[in-house]
């Protein structure tokens, strides 16, 4: 995540304020996760797995987070600029 914060300076306080919730958390479901991110939604992709996105700094960004719920462990699996987001390319990766 730093680098992440580093490479895209704008989205630095939102990432840092997303891992705390994320630590915070005791999200049982796509439900519990809209209650702290609203706009979070679930997208399949080509694995027929499911991920989550996040809208990063006004739909500027999007993260995208593979949550297991049972295990109360997510995984951040990209941090794209909507522009790449838009491609779907990320789809086929995951």
Excluded: I
Excluded at 9 to 30: D, E, I, M, N, Y
Excluded at 39 to 51: C, G, H, N, Y
Excluded at 67 to 87: D, G, I, P, Q, W
């Amino acid at each position: 995540m730093q680098q992440t914060a580093r490479r895209y300076p704008q989205a630095g306080a939102w990432l840092a304020s997303w891992r705390k919730a994320v630590r915070a958390a005791c999200w049982q479901s796509l439900t519990d996760v809209r209650k702290t991110y609203p706009s979070a939604d679930a997208v399949a992709v080509d694995s027929k797995r499911t991920v989550t996105v996040f809208n990063v700094c006004g739909n500027k960004y999007r993260l995208l987070a593979a949550l297991h719920y049972n295990r109360k462990t997510v995984f951040t699996l990209r941090f794209l600029t909507h522009a790449e987001y838009s491609k779907d390319e990320w789809k086929n990766d995951l």
